[in-house]
């Protein structure tokens, strides 16, 4: 390890021969934290990453003549950040550094829950640890615990204080205490960035509310309607049944923009103050001891009139500035890209520069059409061509999230197969809203707009693939959705519930902060008497549960199923996925059968495989020179390695 002795004179000549602005940047940093002789490792890394945070920065903020003075106050920041980190976080961002790509290993797994739902507050999430070992989990995602308005708060996701812990769930303290308790258990703790807005009862919006200068300036706050008209003549609606178009208006008759609900407001990133702003509330969190964060509606991030809004360019660069910042001063902490979009702009998020992790989106959207259709062409195109990633990179699979489903495969690749993507995502809504002969599924429809036709379908796991009618085949079909999400490279993701079949919660609607959005419906408290049969195999919830530890332990086990790499293969049976996961020595065989009949893999499609492979799921041998025989729903991991 450098000590400053060596290293801050390497910080002030870093950039002497190449780069006069950045040289002068570095010495003036130099010179900041001249005293300190711990600060080597953080002039290391700025010698290492300061090129691409300015490289980005420029680009945003690079016409000012305030740059300087604001890169040279966002570094004096960063330092202090990094001053306060702990030196247990400080150790972990040593050992990272030396293994980029750690969340690649097969044993990765996550899960997902609300704080006040799964375990009544945060003391209840650290008395759930064993819990989450029992599962095999590696990582954590907590939904937003910060301070936010009650009873409105889009279950957190408008933010009054990131420096503040919601006082129902417990405090600062206790996140630390539980970050660090789930650290020793070997699980890396996942927040959320809520960066594209905070909630109207922010200090920062309160300010704006006042008409503080400074802080009108951190929103897009007009006067009268001529600006918000020229915006909403090219951007979606997000939210069209809590109100129309992008922007709310505010008591006085000033309109504010608001992508998502009236209290959630859009963040002005154009102003450098608050990308600043914010870059301090990132690091603030990072230094609880957050390994990722999701990086919450990315697309939205950057506005520029005349476009809609999303995905924009900026909004790359942005991210990558946010993340050379966190390589500076927290080099630990990755992101997580929620970006649920055309799948064309969703891999734009991913890269080690931006986002090394990502939903995917498509790949779960397509796992429930597929269930729908009984039909793998597009799931199995979509495994094909979208789904191999950059190094550095992984997918973040999941069957449900605490959102809606949006159906967001391409139409291009959908009229491949003579879908029209319209018409087909109507078929959709219809089976999962149970409106549609011979549905099994018990959705509900979410911002249904009868003007664009736009719909999205909010249900719980276990209530869209039958458990809530009774039907037969409801377990298994669960189970091959995480069949596949387990096996398919990335980091596999649990929303916590599903293990045991919690079905839809329709009591959210007695509740006043919840009752306008369906997607609590998906949001069920922890089912007690679920989790108490979960070792019962003659409960539904015991017979999940044993799949679920059947799949987890094996994968764990299977070092084919570390990194993300695929190879489609294309099984002949229109009912039966396929694909291979490649090891040094062979490859695992992934056959999934989405139908509820029993079907058939042909001997000679299987020609190029070995004579006979076991399954890892079932412990059966299975011949490969005869046809293959898969149960309905049933899921097989042949694995070919070494034979
Ligand atoms: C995210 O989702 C969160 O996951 C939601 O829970 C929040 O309500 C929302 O942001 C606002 O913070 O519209 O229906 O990619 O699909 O960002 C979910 C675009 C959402 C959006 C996504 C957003």
């Known amino acids: 390890m450098p000590n400053s002795a060596a290293s801050t004179p390497t910080l002030s000549n870093a950039f002497t021969a190449t780069d006069a602005q950045l040289a002068r940047m570095a010495s003036g940093l130099a010179r900041h934290i001249a005293g300190d002789n711990t600060a080597g490792p953080f002039a290391r890394r700025v010698v290492e990453h300061l090129p691409a945070l300015r490289k980005e920065l420029v680009q945003l903020y690079g016409h000012r003549d305030d740059f300087e003075f604001f890169l040279g106050g966002l570094l004096a920041m960063a330092y202090g950040q990094w001053r306060e980190r702990s030196a247990e976080l400080k150790a972990l961002d040593d050992s990272r550094d030396g293994d980029p790509t750690w969340f ?31 599962l095999g989990l590696t990582y954590l995602h907590l939904m937003p615990p910060f301070k936010c308005p009650d009873p409105h708060s889009d279950g957190g996701y408008a933010v009054s204080s990131y420096r503040e812990v919601n006082p129902k769930l417990g405090s600062i303290a206790d996140l630390r205490r539980v970050a660090a308790a789930l650290r020793e258990a070997g699980i890396s703790l996942v927040l959320d960035f809520v960066f594209n807005h905070t909630s109207d009862e922010h200090a920062w919006a309160v300010g704006a509310k006042a008409r503080d200068p400074k802080f009108q300036k951190y929103f897009f706050i007009y006067e009268d309607r001529a600006e918000p008209d020229a915006y909403e003549k090219h951007v979606r609606e997000i939210f069209p049944d809590e109100h129309p178009g992008a922007f709310s208006q505010l008591p006085d008759g000033r309109w504010v923009w608001t992508t998502f609900h009236s209290y959630q407001w859009d963040l002005n990133y154009a102003n450098p103050d608050v990308f600043s702003a914010m870059a301090g509330e990132m690091l603030f969190i990072a230094n609880l001891g957050v390994e990722f964060l999701r990086m919450d509606a990315v697309a939205f991030i950057w506005k520029r009139l005349g476009t809609v809004c999303e995905n924009l360019p900026e909004a790359h660069t942005l991210i990558r500035a946010y993340n050379a910042l966190a390589r500076i001063a927290a080099p630990a902490l990755l992101f997580k890209s929620e970006a649920i979009v055309h799948p064309d702009d969703v891999l734009k998020y991913i890269s080690p520069e931006e986002c090394q992790i990502s939903y995917n989106p498509l790949q779960m959207a397509l796992l429930w059409n597929t269930l729908a259709t009984r039909e793998v062409n597009l799931l199995q195109h979509a495994l094909e061509h979208r789904h191999n990633l950059p190094a550095g990179t992984a997918w973040v699979n999941y069957v449900r999230s605490h959102d809606d489903i949006g159906w967001t495969f391409a139409d291009e690749d959908a ?72 096996s398919s490279g990335g980091v596999p993701l649990i929303y916590l519930g599903d293990e045991v079949g919690t079905l839809n919660y329709p009591d959210y609607i007695n509740d006043h902060g919840k009752a306008d959005d369906s997607r609590w419906v998906n949001r069920p408290p922890r ?49 039966v996925l396929g694909y291979m996961r490649p090891a040094p020595d062979g490859h695992v065989l992934v056959l999934a059968n989405f139908s509820e009949f029993a079907q058939s893999v042909d001997a000679a499609v299987l020609s190029a495989m070995p004579a006979s492979a076991p399954d890892l799921l079932g412990g059966t041998l299975v011949n490969l020179r005869q046809s293959v025989t898969l149960a309905p729903y049933q899921t097989l991991w042949l694995d070919c390695r070494g034979r």
Not at 435 to 460: H, L, M, Y
Not at 540 to 558: F, P, S
């Open 104 to 134: 690649q290993s097969q044993r990765m797994l996550g899960g997902v829950c609300y704080i006040d739902l799964f375990a009544g507050n945060l003391r209840g999430i650290e008395a759930s640890i064993p819990y989450f070992q029992e």
């Open 527 to 575: 089912d007690l008497t679920r989790h108490a049969q979960r070792h019962d195999p003659n409960t539904e919830a015991g017979r999940l549960y044993a799949g679920m530890q059947r799949l987890t332990k094996v994968r764990a086990a299977t070092e084919a199923f570390a990194g993300g790499r695929l190879i489609a293969f294309w099984s002949k049976n229109p009912a």
């Open 415 to 486: 009229l491949l197969f003579n879908i029209n993507g319209f018409n087909h995502r109507q078929f959709l809504n219809k089976f999962y809203v149970n409106r549609f002969p011979g549905s099994f599924a018990r959705g509900v429809p979410f911002q249904d707009n009868p003007t664009t036709g736009d719909c999205r379908i909010s249900g719980t796991a276990a209530s869209l693939v039958g458990l809530e009618q009774h039907d037969p085949h409801a377990v298994a079909r669960l189970l091959l959705l995480y069949s596949v999400v387990l």
